[in-house]
């Protein structure tokens, strides 16, 4: 759906360098060991699974970035490291070992992340074999390989580049993010590295990464499962050598946020138009809501429901579906009477039910489109959100049923 062309354009980040090579972890010759290197000085801004069975590597990537200033990211598919115990610990900590002795810094220094089937032990020495080879290869030109190499179920790379001025000085930003199921992130998404060389002290490059996970790869959702895996990593190397943002009131900031957070929503989006099986790209949006919470507590209910999601998928415009799901969201004391649904601009229901002028071709129409766009409005207050989603197809089941095959 969408295009399917992997994205061009996208540019190199002075101090990092990236190589992507086959460790062969489940698929011989495909690429699935990603080893990223950041300079010495740079700064690390990170946001992880809030899932209470988060994998190995997730636990060691948070020490190690509490511990000491990353130096080398490395990442591998296949094996997800998760539901592996103690013996899951110790593996991740021996690839760090490795990486470490390989490139001549300190274990702490590695940050580990996997991705792939939960509850295996993680093939590490197919890992530590192919770890001179991928050194060896780092370049800052690598993004697009780096990105194909931590895809799993994804069919296409994901990367994209933004660039912008701060008071004169040039800034590149460019990221990368993987994910086609097991997506309804928890402050981060399944696996996303973006990396700026602009000069961001280490307290503000926290918030703002936090703020752009926030409204992007936090209000995606392809299935509703929160993976034990997610991470979601930012660096600012500070080789653009511009004047260090330091404060919230920096009147550069707001450029800086603005282009993260662009760049943030592209990744996210792009990770839902290439959910598993996915036909459909949709946008609900839920507005005059009593708070922000309450919105997403309605667009959620409704990106959720495996009815509205195969009807989105037979291109049906069952808004009975919807109608229910906006009724079961914990919403207090909702007057039914007062809310008005719309599927692609055509007004499907209001005063509790039928739009008087509303005929089923035009939700025909409406429901046809690749893109949806749905949005209720619940005549309760100001407050607004959206959240992005696919349908659920014959191709959901049949991916996730022959996963492990």
């Known amino acids: 759906m969408g295009d399917s062309s992997p994205q061009t354009g996208v540019l190199p980040v002075a101090g990092v360098r990236l190589a992507a090579v086959s460790a062969g972890i489940k698929t011989p010759g495909r690429l699935d060991l990603v080893v990223m290197e950041i300079d010495e000085g740079a700064r690390v801004a990170g946001s992880f699974t809030r899932n209470a069975f988060c994998a190995a590597p997730v636990q060691v990537a948070r020490s190690h970035l509490a511990a000491t200033a990353p130096r080398y990211f490395l990442v591998n598919t296949g094996n997800a490291n998760a539901g592996t115990g103690q013996a899951g610990l110790d593996d991740a900590l021996a690839c760090c070992r490795a990486l470490a002795a390989e490139a001549g810094v300190d274990s702490?220094?590695?940050?580990?992340?996997?991705?792939?089937?939960?509850?295996e032990p993680l093939p590490v020495g197919p890992i530590l074999a192919a770890l001179p080879t991928a050194l060896a290869a780092?370049?800052?030109?690598?993004?697009?390989a780096a990105a194909e190499g931590i895809m799993t179920t994804d069919t296409r790379p994901k990367a994209a580049s933004r660039q912008l001025e701060l008071g004169g000085v040039p800034i590149t930003i460019t990221g990368m993010a993987k994910g086609a199921g097991m997506i309804r992130p928890n402050m981060a998404t399944m696996l996303a590295y973006l990396a700026t060389d602009a000069v961001v002290a280490p307290e503000l490059l926290q918030s703002l990464w936090q703020g752009a996970v926030e409204c992007s790869f936090n209000r995606v959702t392809v299935d509703g499962d929160t993976s034990t895996n997610d991470a979601a990593m930012l660096v600012a190397t500070g080789a653009a050598?511009?004047?260090e943002l330091r404060d919230a009131d920096d009147p550069r900031l707001p450029l800086l946020r603005e282009a993260l957070q662009s760049l943030a929503l592209e990744l996210a989006q792009a990770l839902v138009r290439d959910g598993e099986g996915a036909s459909k790209f949709v946008a609900v949006e839920v507005a005059q809501a009593a708070s922000e919470t309450e919105a997403l507590e309605v667009a959620y209910t409704i990106a959720h429901s495996p009815l509205v999601k195969t009807a989105l998928f037979a291109s049906d415009p069952n808004w009975g579906r919807l109608l229910a799901a906006i009724g079961r969201a914990e919403v207090p004391g909702l007057d039914v009477?007062?809310?008005?649904?719309?599927?692609?601009?055509?007004?499907?229901?209001?005063?509790g039910g039928?739009?008087?002028?509303?005929?089923?071709?035009?939700g025909v129409a409406a429901m046809a489109p690749t893109d949806i766009h749905i949005q209720v409005l619940l005549d309760r207050g100001d407050a607004d959100a959206t959240v992005?989603?696919?349908d659920l197809s014959y191709d959901y089941v049949r991916i996730n049923a022959e996963y492990r095959t």
């Open 337 to 351: 009477d007062k809310v008005e649904l719309r599927i692609n601009d055509v007004l499907i229901a209001e005063q």
């Open 241 to 243: 050598a511009n004047p």
């Open 388 to 390: 992005w989603t696919s």
């Open 138 to 144: 780092l370049a800052d030109d690598q993004w697009l």
């Open 108 to 119: 702490e220094s590695v940050l580990p992340f996997s991705t792939g089937v939960i509850g």
């Open 354 to 362: 039928r739009a008087a002028g509303y005929q089923e071709a035009q």
